[in-house]
């Protein structure tokens, strides 16, 4: 049947079109015209049909298969359209000449192998609590959101957000963190990591070049400046928080990134004289304060400080998330800026750059039935103890530790005798993953060289409450395999 | 009780605290000190205590409120922490000295309306049918998704997307789109634009200055191009699609974007010597093809025309989404690429930049649970019948018109005689407008002048079967309230 010049093994090529198992073999369902497109087509693409090969007249394939001549025109057809076979009248239908066979497909990387199963017990801050993640109350919010929402609202997603969770969330704010909020000045977006990111560029594009991070501080936020093309300038902090006076040394600079309520990672919470001089500071440089609001839903020995944006709602965006309070994977998060602000970030936002609306609307409903607030609370007493269990442990377990930061949130410092440094970090973290342990030296997170001594910075947040122990056991382990005593 | 120099209404001030409602009157709840703190803090915020003003002695206004004195100094504390008070030893507790009012407050934009409810008919191309939205099986994917995932995964978003969902994808456009894809390949992302977005980053970042893009074509892919830096070079498009030959007019071009299965907006479907040549100039340049598959999955006349991505995988990145089968609300999309360029956009992707966790786990249960494609095939069928319905009642209303580019995808185009031009195509859809229907003229998605004479493209995915007649005796005398006949 085969054309004499192209000698193809054309039997053994439809073989699979003949054996029919279970509807046609596997992989080989559908249609007839269909199966025998694929089969064709795979075999043109791995050059078991070379090009130039002409293929058999339709009328005599069809008799070979036992099918009508439709199916074979059909399968034809399908492929000259894609490109694969070309069609001249009055002459064979033949492979179309490609370019070589790509270089790079023989040595596409193997698909990754999943993370390995390892009993890593993980400090490493940046989770809350996975196991109380609220799965069906979410599930549930999602079921609730979807039948109310109307036809519209299923093909929409507004850039600044769904007007019924702005309007919740400026009502959240406004009653938990103090904030001055309306509906209006609400951005939703998908995490701090990304409104700060999008407050820098529109900063970027107002002609500012710089902006005044914490040292030390989180990666992304030096990250998201860097990423709009701002450079960072690094700000001391103490335990009173941002050391505001070093801003003056910048003369041209109009912006600071700081988390007053919790610094991370040093957990300090910003003094009251040093909260009144960043605005004054921000007032005298007409800089905008853009405020990390990262955990401070859980502090522990009073209530939670108000946030900065109450106190000077036109020089502060507030920035805050779910990923400390429900998980960092729903990606919902939201900004409060001054309406010029708002309207720069807004501006230059593309239409899918909102989360999901059925999630938003989820978020809404779940923070206005009030298993939002029932979530915290239960979460908070959880840490509160969790907290005290671990701060015990690690009294006991390395007796002349010094535990700080630990008002706020879901991570603490410990810090130790000796001294730091980055050689030191890196073997203690080193020790402590061969015990199957991960930790953060504090040092990993400045920029520049540290001024700490011996600290870790140990995120609880997920840590299940049976290997407190476990965990201030192997700190140890992993701090005498650097330092014997 | 006041001092004689703030002279304050105290009594004013603090009734809403004795005058208890249920649970403390509306807005008053929670325990007394936080009740007290809120008080003040607004009244601090509103200047109804001025700066400097000094606060009542704590064991003064507790007798004056009746509570024990830990009351008000827990709640003077608060604000001290908060910056709104000022505490100096030996001193009376006073009002902090704020920058003055801002002065954007005021001026701040009132909240926008809600879009007017009008009786508008919508043609503009771009949504599918959201009456079919799955809003119960979507519902059911997502509380599946949640109930199934293990708490690391609750607390990940894996910057190429869940292992699942690329498995998942890969399999799929195998099977439906004929494309050459190992979940390796396949980064998830939000949709369409942003993964033209993500790659036209990667390519600024190699250094490549252009890229083509069809003339005409969808603005966000313009818009993702420049937004990543890069210029765009347009390139004709005829009813065979894009004209190659004109790449090489730039000899320094490497890299072109273009919508093989259904152009946007003509809806011309390239022709397979088109196909042919678009990879020979690509192998020729070195040049990248973008393929923006957006709608393909719906083709009325025969099977869909398989990706330029599974005859060249070194060549092609492919882009796809949901936005188109369910609805863009979702912002879930995906992207096969080489594996070189796979990791050149994974290299620059943040954390945050992957959708939401759980509508991964959704949608990868969605599809392999059978429901995606059988929600494809019900969609097609009403499509199909509603595609058949408007062309006859177009042809109907309008006795010249030629419709073009209906042969798959969500809209079409209806062509008449006479002279075209941004004049007519203003005029048509602001006649259109004041009739109460949307639409769109060709020539809006020209970025150069349009060579087309009238040219309206029509989009029927969320038009009503009940209003296809209406739309098109709207389109008529939209038409004839410009050019009367």
Known sequence: MPEKQTNLAWDTLLAPLRTRGADGGPGMDGPMHRRLARLLREAVRDRRIPAGAA?????????????????????????????YLEARTGSATRVRGFPPPPPLVPGRPAPRPPAAA??????????????????????????????AASDAELGSRPPA?????????????????????????????????????L??????????????????????????????????????????????????????????????????????VMAPDRRAALLRWAESADALVLEDDYDAEFRYDRDPVG???????????????????LSPAL??????????????????RTPAAAPALPDQLAL???????????????????YRARRAALIAALSQELPGVRVTGADAGLHLVARLDGPGGAA??????????????????????????????????????????????????????????????
Chains 1, 2 share one sequence.
């Open 331 to 348: 990606g919902l998060g939201w900004m409060v800026a001054p309406p010029d602000w708002a309207a720069r970030v807004l501006a230059r």
């Open 424 to 485: 030191w970090g890196t073997q203690v973290a080193g020790a402590a993953a061969r015990l199957g342990l991960r930790l953060s030296p504090l040092d990993f997170h400045y920029h520049g060289p540290s001024p700490d001594g011996r600290a870790l910075v140990l995120g609880y947040g997920n840590l299940p409450d049976h290997a407190v122990g476990q965990a201030a056991a192997l700190v140890r382990a992993a701090v005498e395999a650097v330092a014997p005593s």
């Open 118 to 147: 390892g009993p890593l017990l993980d400090l490493i801050p940046g989770l809350p609590d996975l196991r109380a993640f609220p799965r069906r109350g979410w599930a549930d919010a999602v079921h609730r959101a979807l039948s």
């Open 161 to 197: 957000g769904h007007p019924r969770l702005r309007g919740v969330l400026a009502e959240y704010l406004r009653r938990v963190r103090g904030a001055e909020a309306a509906a209006a000045d609400v951005v939703v977006c998908r995490g701090i990591a990304d409104g700060i990111g």
């Open 199 to 268: 407050v820098c560029a529109a900063l970027r594009e107002s002609g500012r070049r710089q902006i005044a991070v914490e040292e030390p501080c989180w990666a992304q936020v030096r990250q998201a400046a860097n990423g709009a093309g701002l450079e960072c300038v690094p700000v001391s902090v103490d335990e009173r928080g941002l050391r505001v006076e070093e801003l003056y040394a910048y003369p041209g600079l109009r912006a600071v990134a700081v988390s007053p309520a919790h610094q991370f990672p040093t957990g300090a």
């Open 55 to 83: 293929l058999p007249p339709s009328r005599l394939l069809a008799a070979e298969l036992g099918c009508s001549r439709w199916v074979v025109t059909e399968a034809y057809g399908q492929l000259v359209a894609e490109g």
């Open 364 to 382: 809404a409903g779940f923070m206005q039935s009030g298993a939002y607030d029932r979530q915290l609370r239960a979460v908070r007493r959880h």
């Open 307 to 325: 946030v900065l944006q109450g106190v000077a709602p036109a020089r502060v965006v507030l920035l805050g998330s779910v990923s400390k309070t």
